[in-house]
């Protein structure tokens, strides 16, 4: 069973970047498959970025492709989230998530056991 802990989350203006940590605690980091999702107030929980475990197969969202990259660090147990461009429309309360399983339907939250408790970002206009 793993733990999740993201961090990195802030308030920023529009065009700045930030980058996002997600820490597991316990398990085997390497063997989970990996997700970042975002919630705004008032929304579905929506699907960001995937990353398998050795990190070579990656996915996007539509509105983050090319301005958002995911990568993962097996050694150091830790997922990131690199943010750049951001726009108002990204901001969003953070999660990463987790599963030792590969889903085609990696684009679902209900894919993956493990949450974290989500970090907030925010961009100004």
């Known amino acids: 069973q793993v733990q999740l802990v993201e961090s990195g989350g802030g308030l920023v203006q529009a065009g700045a970047s930030l980058r996002l940590s997600c820490a597991a605690f316990g398990g085997t980091f390497g063997s989970y498959y990996m997700g970042w999702f975002r919630q705004a107030p008032g929304k579905e929980r929506e699907f960001v970025a995937f990353i398998s475990t050795s990190g070579r197969t990656i996915y996007y969202a539509d509105p983050v492709k090319g301005r958002f990259t995911i990568s993962r660090d097996n050694a150091k147990n830790t997922v990131y989230l690199q943010m750049n461009s951001l726009k108002p429309e990204d901001t969003a309360f953070y999660y990463c998530?987790?599963?030792?399983?590969?889903?085609?339907?990696?684009?679902?939250?209900?894919?993956?056991?493990?949450w974290g408790q989500g970090t907030q970002v925010t961009v100004s206009s």
């Open positions: 998530a987790a599963d030792l399983r590969y889903y085609s339907a990696y684009v679902e939250p209900a894919k993956y056991t493990y």
